[in-house]
């Protein structure tokens, strides 16, 4: 089974911003050209731009490739030339076996057919015989837990159950080669942990995988390779670790360290001991840098913010100001404790450089990262710490 | 953190190189094999837009039969009451085999021109050949074609028109029709995909072309100066070879139905290919 191969050989990838023909007169031509040659490639022109530029991997058996990146990047733009949804301007893309795409499927299944039938009509879509859908049908159901709901329109379905059904008849083909785009935010959190495990199983299996996601943990328990994509580039190409610390730096790139509003300059951010911290645990922080001299009407504050990058969101965010700490003049050094009641994951810590004069001003400076580990296992977004004690107490109506 | 950002690199300044160019033959044998290798998604699209057919209509197939035998009693009162339209057999049967083809046609331009556009879920998200899409739906229109078939053979009883075994040329007929109509949809539907305009123009297309053809009359009587013009039509010599197999127990007049074979057979060659070649700016251009 595991014969399946992508090769990605210096794809670019043209794209034109606004309408494609502007009249039947560019129309007819360019018809007539498709119908005698495939377009002229190279040159960009008005109003063109290149989705992607000189992009190259290989994905082989037992691989799985991660692709992160910002919004815009090209990352969904390389699974849809994967899928030959889009034929690459330049170089040459290459899927050997059947894929099986992961890909927003929910949107395609058709309203006025019951879920059986969707099934069906689903799984043909995704390449799959008549035999063996029959063959899976029971499965698939079992999967979607949809059970009671098979032979009801699929219109009258949630969202929700939409997207679980189209997930389950996707999760059962057998590919050759996976190609999964962000389908992980389906469904409620018990069916997206059973997609990700159902994933995670088929990756198992050897099955080589392309797989593109925000939540970048994901990423980081799926993957052995992974890309950063930058306007179309790879920026980095790693073990998921370290390529998603490249994308934190991205992500708070700064311009060489400069001075902020009013002289402020912030040069460094670092954890004062290395190394993960447990969820709960206490994270420091040492930022420095030089403050210049007290001046009238003229307020310095570092910033800090702690941003999630599994969602980009940030979590947390306060000053000097806040904390009535006044910077001495000169190099200083900033040490910050952050009690870190999130869930396991990686944050970053960044600082910024805030001054008031008539009005704020800020520039980002330098930002780090922060594994926090599992401590005891919980589900949700703030780790409360808790604290569980059991003792024997006297049963009612025993003795009697 | 003092590692610089990994901001990309400059692109190089000399254009890559464009991808080959794939041979013809390459292209042709993609085309086949990968009809034969989805031919089971085309069978469950075709079986998908039946079945919807009967969801939440009272009809079902009755609307296949109602089109053609509407127009049927509307041309036999006018050709029969109004003016007396000499045509050898009872009007009728004979507008009801020229409506019944006719219809199929029709209704295979109507829906496959936009079937590219109203299934861009499908276009847009899952790759396979997008040909599929229009020929699923002469597919479904066959299958009307077939049902108000049972109306055709109705009349011929009441009518006292026999079998004949000209009836054995019958799938050749419908073959070339089928040829015909599948060039005109592939273009149709991937017109339709960059300019909506098409859908609003087939309509009066469709309605000029009926009148074109000899569908409800012998449309050779025009004559004149549009005579040769209309002779052009190759679904004139397709209606009528409907009418010499079935009513009067002829082989098609050779001439011009072999003519409108090979016609059909390569706009359908030419159609196809173009197709083929623009296919893959679909997902970007819908």
């Given at each position: 089974m595991a014969d399946g191969q992508v090769r990605f050989d210096g794809v670019w990838k043209k794209f034109r911003r606004g309408e494609r023909h502007d009249s039947l007169r560019d129309l007819i031509p360019a018809l007539g050209r498709s119908l005698v040659s495939r377009p002229a490639a190279a040159a960009l022109g008005r109003q063109e731009f290149w989705a992607l530029r000189d992009v190259s991997f290989e994905v082989r058996p037992g691989e799985a490739l991660g692709i992160i990146g910002p919004n815009g990047a090209g990352k969904s733009t390389i699974l849809k030339i994967l899928i030959r949804l889009l034929r690459p301007t330049c170089g040459a893309s290459e899927v050997r076996g059947r894929v099986g795409s992961l890909i927003?499927?929910?949107?395609?299944?058709?309203?006025?057919?019951?879920g059986r039938e969707n099934i069906f009509l689903q799984g043909s879509v995704m390449g799959m015989r008549r035999a063996e859908i029959a063959r899976k049908f029971d499965e698939i159901v079992e999967f979607s837990e949809l059970a009671d709901f098979i032979d009801t329109p699929v219109k009258r379905y949630s969202s929700g159950m939409n997207a679980r059904l189209g997930f389950s008849v996707a999760a059962h083909l057998e590919a050759d080669v996976l190609i999964i785009d962000e389908v992980l935010a389906v469904g409620d959190a018990v069916f997206q942990r059973r997609a990700f495990d159902r994933m995670k199983e088929m990756v198992g299996r050897g099955v080589p995988a392309v797989v593109v996601s925000h939540q970048l943990e994901r990423i980081a328990s799926l993957c052995n390779d992974a890309i950063l994509l930058a306007k179309g580039q790879i920026a980095f190409q790693g073990p998921p670790p370290e390529c998603i610390a490249a994308y934190a730096r991205y992500q708070s790139a700064v311009p060489a360290p400069d001075e902020g509003p009013g002289g402020l300059r912030l040069d460094s951010i670092a954890l004062a001991s290395p190394g993960p911290v447990e969820s709960g645990g206490r994270a420091e922080v040492v930022i420095a840098g030089v403050a210049p001299a007290e001046r009238e009407g003229l307020r310095q504050v570092v910033g800090v913010r702690v941003r999630s990058l599994q969602t980009g969101e940030i979590l947390f965010a306060t000053g000097t100001k806040s904390h009535d700490v006044a910077l001495p003049e000169g190099p200083f050094e900033l040490r910050v404790e952050l009690q870190m009641n999130v869930p396991p994951g990686v944050y970053a810590v960044e600082s910024t450089a805030l001054g008031w004069r008539r009005e704020r001003e800020g520039r980002g400076g330098p930002a780090t990262l922060v594994h926090v580990s599992g401590g005891p296992g919980f589900v949700g977004q703030v780790q409360m710490n808790c604290a569980m004690r059991a003792a024997a107490r006297a049963a009612a109506g025993s003795g009697r | 953190m003092t590692d610089p950002p990994p901001l990309p690199a400059a692109p190089p300044q000399a254009p890559p190189r464009p991808a080959a160019l794939p041979a013809l033959r390459d292209d042709l044998r993609e085309m086949v094999a990968e009809l034969i290798q989805y031919r089971e998604l085309l069978a469950s699209l075709t079986r998908r837009d039946l079945l919807l057919r009967y969801?939440?209509?009272?009809?079902g197939f009755g609307w296949s039969i109602l089109m053609p035998v509407t127009y049927m009693v509307i041309f036999s009162l006018i050709f029969t009451r109004v003016v007396k339209l000499d045509t050898g057999v009872p009007y009728p049967i004979y507008a009801y085999t020229g409506l019944l083809p006719w219809n199929f046609f029709a209704s295979s331009l109507r829906f496959a021109v936009s079937s590219l556009t109203s299934n861009s879920t499908l276009v847009t998200k899952v790759y396979f050949p997008r040909e599929i899409l229009p020929f699923s739906v002469i597919l479904v229109s066959l299958v009307d074609f077939a049902v108000g078939a049972i109306v055709l053979a109705g009349l011929m009883a009441w009518y006292g028109v026999g079998l004949h075994a000209s009836l054995l040329l019958l799938p050749v007929v419908v073959l070339v029709q089928v040829l015909f109509t599948a060039g005109v949809t592939l273009l149709l539907a991937m017109g339709n995909l960059f300019y909506r305009d098409v859908k609003y123009l087939i309509e009066i297309v469709i309605t000029l072309w009926m009148f074109a053809t000899s569908v409800v009359y012998p449309v050779q009587r025009i004559g004149g100066q549009l005579g040769p013009l209309l002779a052009l039509n190759p679904m004139t010599p397709i209606i009528d070879a409907y009418r010499a197999v079935v009513l009067h127990g002829q082989p098609p007049a050779a001439g011009p139905f072999l003519g409108a074979a090979a016609f059909s057979a390569a706009l359908l060659a030419v159609s196809w290919l173009a197709f083929h070649r623009a296919e893959f700016r679909f997902a970007e251009s819908i």
């Open positions: 927003e499927i929910g949107g395609s299944l058709h309203p006025d057919l019951t | 969801k939440q209509t009272i009809m």
